[in-house]
């Protein structure tokens, strides 16, 4: 009963020491996306979306950005009602590895079959369903939307601040995390290892963490 307290104790800690973690979105089933008539569309320009992925239960992490394709923002009488952004999942990089060899194997693991599978999906999507402003928070929106990663959709929502100007929009979102799971990336599955069978230090934590920075230009 002793070794199994001291090892409770000490998983306790372990954990605590793999660093806080961004809340994870609410996913639900992909959503019908309504046409909006007269809207305006802003194109996506340079833009990236950072990720932070890490273990369950040591303190290890890896940091990087995904560059946009493509995509743009529909516009109407202000307002963002609709787009989309084009996720080029081929240009996945890590930021944090010094060493070059040690951050190409990590970047072509992240683009194996064992995680996005590049190869067949080269690219994600995420396709904007509903907005709702908000009030009294730091954020000004609520925004609901498609997410489509290795070829599998769900509906996420999480907060954004959206400014648009005549020319511009800017989209940014505070950091969030997502359950790779439920879109097949399912290496490491800390749910189906058993202790007996793998190292817990091995084991992915299933939440991967998105922070978007867009950015759109209305050209004529």
């Not at 793999?18 to 007269?38: C, F, L, P």
């Not at 005549?166 to 490491?188: L, S």
Request: net charge negative.
């Amino acid at each position: 009963m002793k070794n199994i307290s001291i090892f409770i104790v000490a998983s306790i800690f372990i954990v605590g020491c793999a660093g806080d973690k961004a809340t994870e979105v609410s996913i639900g089933d992909a959503q019908k996306v309504n046409e909006v008539a007269k809207a305006t569309a802003y194109n996506l320009g340079t833009s990236t979306i950072a990720w932070r992925g890490f273990k369950s239960f040591v303190n290890d992490e890896h940091v990087g950005n995904i560059s946009i394709s493509d995509g743009s923002f529909n516009v109407s009488e202000g307002k963002v009602v609709g787009g989309v952004v084009i996720i080029d999942m081929n240009s996945i990089e890590n930021t944090d590895i010094e060493n070059e060899k040690k951050r190409g194997y990590l970047e072509g693991h992240l683009k194996s079959q064992a995680f996005f599978f590049v190869d067949s999906f080269p690219t994600a999507q995420f396709e904007i369903v509903n907005i709702k402003e908000t009030e009294g928070s730091p954020t000004n929106s609520n925004v609901i939307g498609n997410l489509t990663i290795r070829g599998i959709t769900h509906s996420i929502e999480f907060p954004a601040n959206i400014v648009v100007d005549d020319e511009t929009v800017r989209f940014t979102a505070p950091t969030f995390g997502i359950d790779r799971t439920k879109w097949g990336v399912k290496y490491h599955d800390r749910d189906d290892a058993s202790i007996a069978g793998s190292l817990k230090e091995k084991l992915i934590d299933h939440s991967i963490e998105l922070n978007f920075d867009l950015n759109a230009t209305y050209t004529m």
